[in-house]
């Protein structure tokens, strides 16, 4: 196998601009391990060859001719199955969408191409986004790469499960309330989810409007900067695309330092709810960064108590009305039943037939929440919660640059362990919701194996909204601190897939 497979995005990018290898041989790489390995991890739904070998023949042509180049220029990504794509599926890990080919490409997918990065295939997820551990795919769970038998995170848990197992070098996945970084966590990868409205969401099968972000899931900080670099900007497609430019996240990272760096502990997120393994390598961390010189400060956000309920009331309801548009009319599934079916009959039984259980459990509490007689009561109150967290967190920031939390409350866990139990599951996002109901910037680093079961454990930084650049900083501080003492990223240390 290549040893081009265990470089990073940003090494890759290197070697391919100074000539020493092609864009065509890359890609090459990542695909024949992709499809000698994607039948034990499921991370992608479908594979690209021939239009990603023929991206990368054209990145490389643009590399000769002397054109200005993108600085992921050529590195080939893997992009979640639920971004439109022009020349490949978009289902959204549905069987109501299954083998749908859309029209356009959403803005991400075209910054993408333009700036010549081969998009190898399209990854797992939960059903449209719904869930934390890809268990609720209708194509059936990606897997670990640290552990076949465990989940690699949710809803992205393709995306995360391709970077890790090495099948991508970098990859996009979407965060509505954690989708990013709790994979990234359990995998020993680096997710970061923007500021809300940062990266154009203009092309992404919306499951919580005011929620969603698209972001990178990469090997190292420096590559997911990049990627965030390539993906963001204005876009007069979606209306809640900043104006402004947030700076250079690459730039943030390559001139990290700690010096004057006030870090604030969450009290809320700083109890036994958490592993074991997972409080002690947090506990590690801030003890690293004490001794760097940074100040730690612990904060008390109260509203965070209610962050989980608010949100499983605001996203059920934003859920319910988007996915209204799945009604076998349009496009996607059409089952007709027998007899003389009603336009009605034929919608309740497209319905049946493409949503999984975990879709109409959601559609149906958010149509409930948003019903006649019970909005003010639910969907209002949950509203009022997110206002009061924005409250907390703005209050947090005037005291500290960041705020550090773990990233997830255990490592990865056995795939059936929790798919049936809805609130078990929900609690994984108990640290990451905050961020998405805020709108503000979150990202996952490694910080080590847990003890009990040496899988991966990841810490989360939170930074104010629109300071992303502030949150690649301090991701860099603390990912330096440990390629000190490990030597190469954690994602190095994972068990190679060929063996197991």
């Not at 893997?78 to 439109?84: F, P, R, S």
């Not at 979606?238 to 870090?263: E, H, I, Y």
């Not at 409930?368 to 639910?378: K, R, T, V």
């Not at 960041?402 to 798919?419: N, Y």
């Amino acid at each position: 196998m290549s040893d081009l497979i265990h470089k990073s995005a940003s090494e890759l990018a290197e070697l391919i601009a100074s000539k020493s290898v092609s864009s065509v041989e890359v890609t090459e790489a990542f695909f024949d391990r992709s499809v000698e390995l994607n039948p034990k991890t499921n991370s992608y739904l479908y594979l690209n060859r021939e239009n990603a070998i023929s991206a990368a023949k054209a990145a490389d042509a643009a590399l000769a001719n002397g054109e200005k180049l993108s600085p992921l220029h050529g590195v080939p990504i893997a992009v979640k199955d639920n971004l439109t794509t022009t020349d490949a599926p978009t289902t959204s890990g549905s069987k109501i969408l299954e083998g749908w080919v859309p029209q356009y490409d959403a803005t991400v997918v075209a910054k993408l191409r333009q700036a010549g990065l081969p998009i190898l295939g399209k990854t797992n997820l939960d059903e449209f986004a719904m869930g934390s551990s890809t268990e609720y795919s209708a194509y059936g769970p990606s897997k670990n790469p640290w552990d076949l038998t465990r989940i690699p995170g949710g809803s992205g848990g393709g995306s995360s499960s391709a970077v890790a197992g090495h099948l991508a070098p970098i990859a996009i996945g979407s965060d509505t309330g954690g989708s990013i970084r709790f994979p990234a966590a359990v995998t020993g990868s680096v997710g970061a989810k923007p500021t809300y409205g940062a990266v154009s969401r203009y092309g992404l099968i919306a499951l919580a409007s005011s929620l969603d972000q698209i972001g990178p899931v990469s090997n190292t900080v420096l590559d997911s900067a990049l990627l965030q670099d390539v993906i963001s900007g204005h876009d007069k497609h979606d209306s809640t695309s900043l104006p402004q430019s947030l700076g250079s996240m690459a730039d943030a990272v390559r001139n990290a330092d700690v010096k004057g760096l006030r870090v604030g502990v969450v009290k809320q997120l700083d109890s036994n709810a958490f592993q074991p393994g997972v409080k002690a390598c947090f506990d590690d961390t801030i003890a690293k960064l004490v001794a760097a010189g940074a100040e730690v400060v612990t904060v008390d956000c109260p509203s965070f108590e209610y962050a989980i309920a608010a949100y499983y009331l605001i996203l059920p309801a934003e859920a319910s009305s988007n996915l209204a548009k799945f009604d076998s009319v349009r496009f996607g599934l059409r089952v007709t039943p027998d007899g003389n079916p009603t336009i009605e009959r034929v919608m309740a039984a497209t319905r049946e037939a493409g949503f999984g259980p975990e879709v109409k459990r959601r559609i149906i509490l958010g149509t409930y929440a948003l019903s006649s007689g019970y909005y003010d009561a639910y969907y209002g109150s949950a509203q009022k919660v997110r206002t009061l967290i924005q409250q907390d967190l703005n209050k947090a920031f005037s005291q500290v640059d960041v705020l550090l939390t773990p990233t997830a409350p255990t490592t990865a866990f056995k795939i059936g362990e929790k798919v049936n139990d809805p609130l078990a599951m929900y609690l994984n996002d108990i640290a990451t919701i905050p961020a998405n109901l805020a709108g503000i910037p979150g990202m996952s680093v490694p910080n080590g194996l847990a003890v009990e079961d040496g899988l991966p454990s990841g810490i989360q930084i939170l930074a104010p909204a629109m300071q992303d650049a502030q949150m690649y900083r301090v991701g860099s501080i603390i990912e330096q601190m440990y390629l000190a003492e490990w030597g190469s990223p954690l994602i190095a240390k994972a068990p190679k897939l060929e063996v197991l």
